[in-house]
């Protein structure tokens, strides 16, 4: 007679399987920073833009802080480009300030307070 695993021993190899594979580090994450990093640098020259370090400087002067996401973004391109900017001030609030990427120009400033 032949003996199969059973479907308990399968599920907990999967299982550990799974598990190891979450806990390794992953090395695309980095890519995938420089990739968009490098995006922005292409689009901010092919386009006259402000520079990720020009829009830096105009949001932290707009609200003083620590700038923790600075993202190029279009999805209202029929308005233009734009920088978000997100700052956590020395309270440990969150501000995002949106930027018009062609003249810096401050857009917004949403504080997420409660």
Not at 35 to 40: G, L, V
Request: no cysteine; aromatic share 6%.
């Amino acid at each position: 007679m032949i003996r199969r695993p059973t479907p308990t021993l399968s599920a907990l190899a999967l299982i550990l399987l799974t598990a190891t594979l979450m806990a390794m580090p992953k090395a695309s994450h980095a890519d995938d920073d420089r990739s968009n990093a490098t995006r922005d640098t292409e689009i901010v020259k092919a386009f006259g833009l402000i520079s990720a370090e020009q829009a830096r400087e105009i949001a932290l002067k707009e609200a003083p802080g620590v700038v923790t996401e600075l993202e190029l973004d279009d999805r209202d391109y029929a308005k233009g480009w734009k920088w978000e900017v997100e700052v956590v001030n020395a309270d440990g609030r969150e501000v995002e300030v949106d930027l018009d990427a062609k003249t810096g120009k401050v857009l917004k400033v949403d504080k997420d307070w409660f």
